[in-house]
């Protein structure tokens, strides 16, 4: 089995989708090669294409604030993309480029070794588990998938554009980081579920 290393210098030339021609670079993920605790979310932003690394800006810091809270460092968990290369002017990620890089995802889980995932948003969670769920549906809920615990939560850029800290979207944001830690704290499930993409 190839490094982490190896698999992002690979990804870093890849030209299977269009988004490869729209971007500064690819941002294949950034943290510990071991991670416990892996979060996904949809794509690069301006600033995450510009900078090569996934949440940063506004959204990173919530992002850090929020795994301060529950004691964890952000070098100690693995951040990447559904998508690794930015799609144009943000917009959603279309079908087929979630499928032609849904390999490199699935590479990324593998060599990292997660116990826990989390999917950040609809586009990472409905990858991840494979079917059409809804994130206000399905947020804070642990699902089984190959060994591992998923649970899906809101994007922190949901909670920036909609109603910020004082919203009931950050109120489950903070519990649903409470069952983060929680899952993290237990030991792993010994129940395996073949569920979605991978
Ligand atoms: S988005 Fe993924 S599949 Fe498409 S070019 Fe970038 S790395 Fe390759």
């Keep these: 089995m190839r490094t982490l290393q190896e698999a992002a210098l690979e990804a870093s030339t890849c030209t299977r989708c269009r988004l490869a ?27 995450e294409d510009k900078q090569g690394e996934p949440f ?13 809270e529950i004691g964890v460092r952000r070098e100690d968990v693995r951040i990447t993309n559904t998508v690794l290369c930015r799609p144009p002017g943000n917009r959603d990620p279309l079908p087929d480029e979630l499928n ?34 809804s994130i206000s549906r399905v947020r804070g ?17 949901a909670i920036l554009h909609g109603g910020g800290e ?21 030991a792993p499930a010994p129940a395996e579920q073949q569920l979605g993409l991978f």
């Design 100 to 133: 032609a890089c849904a390999p490199w995802l699935e590479e990324q889980i593998r060599l990292v070794d997660p116990r826990v995932i989390v999917t950040l948003g609809n586009f990472a969670t409905r990858t991840v588990l494979g079917r059409a769920v």
């Design 166 to 186: 004082s919203s009931s979207q950050m109120t489950a944001l903070r519990a649903d980081f409470q069952e983060i830690k929680a899952a993290l704290a237990e």
């Design 21 to 47: 021609k729209g971007r500064t670079q690819v941002v294949y993920g950034t943290g510990s090669s071991d991670a416990d605790l892996m979060f996904i979310g949809e794509g690069p932003g301006y600033y």
């Design 56 to 68: 940063v800006g506004a959204a990173g810091q919530l992002l850090n604030r929020m795994l301060e």
């Design 141 to 157: 809920q642990r699902f089984p998938w190959q060994g591992r615990t998923v649970i899906p939560t809101f994007p922190p850029a």
